[in-house]
Nanobody, 129 residues
Framework: QVQLVESGGGSVQAGGSLRLSCAASVFTYGTNMGWFRQAPGKERTGVAAITPGGGGTYYADSVKGRFTISRDNAKNTVYLQMNMLKAEDTAMYYC???????????????????????WGQGTQVTVSS
C-alpha cells in the first residue's frame, strides 16, 4: 500500500515561489506521478504529471512555463516547483500516483487514480495579491 505525504505548502505573495514535495512510503518507480489542485467551490483539476523515469513531463496550460514537476526515484519523492505564483493558484494541492495523461483537442486531460490509496492528504497553497 502506497502512502503519499505532501509538504511545502504555505502562504506567499503573488510573484513568489514555493516548492512542494510528495514523499512516497514505497517504491513508486514504474508509475506516472502527478499533482492536482482544488480551489474552494471548484472541482479538482490536474496540474502536472511526470513519467516513471522522469523523461516526460506534462502541464496544464494554466501553469505551463511557471511550474516544474520533477522526481527523485532514489528518494521516492516527487516535487512541484511553483514560480511566478498568482492568486488563482490558491488551492489545496494533492499528489497522486498512477496518473494517466490523455491528449484532447482542447488540451491535456489528467486522469486521477480511482483508488483513494494513491492520493496524498493535500497541502494548502495560498497566494495573496
Amino acid at each position: 500500500q502506497v502512502q503519499l505525504v505532501e509538504s511545502g505548502g504555505g502562504s506567499v505573495q503573488a510573484g513568489g515561489s514555493l516548492r512542494l514535495s510528495c514523499a512516497a512510503s514505497v517504491f513508486t518507480y514504474g508509475t506516472n506521478m502527478g499533482w492536482f489542485r482544488q480551489a474552494p467551490g471548484k472541482e479538482r483539476t490536474g496540474v502536472a504529471a511526470i513519467t516513471p523515469g522522469g523523461g516526460g513531463t506534462y502541464y496544464a496550460d494554466s501553469v505551463k512555463g511557471r511550474f516544474t514537476i520533477s522526481r527523485d526515484n532514489a528518494k521516492n519523492t516527487v516535487y512541484l516547483q511553483m514560480n511566478m505564483l498568482k492568486a488563482e493558484d490558491t488551492a489545496m494541492y494533492y499528489c497522486a500516483a498512477k496518473v494517466r495523461v490523455i491528449g484532447r483537442k482542447d488540451g491535456l486531460e489528467f486522469v486521477p487514480p480511482s483508488d483513494q490509496t494513491y492520493w496524498g492528504q493535500g497541502t494548502q497553497v495560498t497566494v495573496s495579491s
